[in-house]
């Protein structure tokens, strides 16, 4: 599963066969694994917003989030750099933030939620 979910988000190898105890894997598995704490955590998050800002409560730790946002940085870069792409939603993307999808140039009004009238 690990390395289906580094191939089709990130493409990437999470080298979770070879090695069991990879990188990606272990920052994967501390992401989603339950622990009492953990559960505490988005119960608070979710129900009293106002004690999470208080005490700067996050789904995920600081390690893991900048273990993606490197992973994520260093993969844009190699592929602009390179002119790599692959058909993966960091791809997707990639392509929207160069605004190279279908042919359509996006802009912030694609972004925002638009009211519907009854």
Excluded at 17 to 38: A, D, L, Q, T, V
Excluded at 56 to 65: A, D, G, S, W, Y
Excluded at 69 to 85: A, D, H, P, S
Aim: aromatic letters at 12%; charged letters at 25%.
């Amino acid at each position: 599963m690990t390395n289906v979910v580094a191939t089709c988000a990130f493409g990437v190898n999470g080298n979770a066969i070879k090695n069991p105890e990879s990188e990606f894997r272990r920052m994967g598995r501390n992401m989603i694994e339950p622990n009492y704490w953990k559960n505490v955590k988005i119960t608070i998050i979710l129900l009293v917003p106002w004690i999470a800002d208080l005490f700067n409560l996050r789904f995920i730790t600081r390690t893991v989030e900048d273990f993606f946002r490197r992973l994520v940085k260093e993969v844009v870069m190699y592929r602009e750099q390179n002119k790599v792409t692959r058909a993966d939603y960091l791809q997707y993307l990639i392509n929207l933030k160069n605004k190279e999808l279908d042919g359509d140039s996006i802009n912030d009004h694609d972004f925002t939620p638009q009211k519907t009238s009854k």
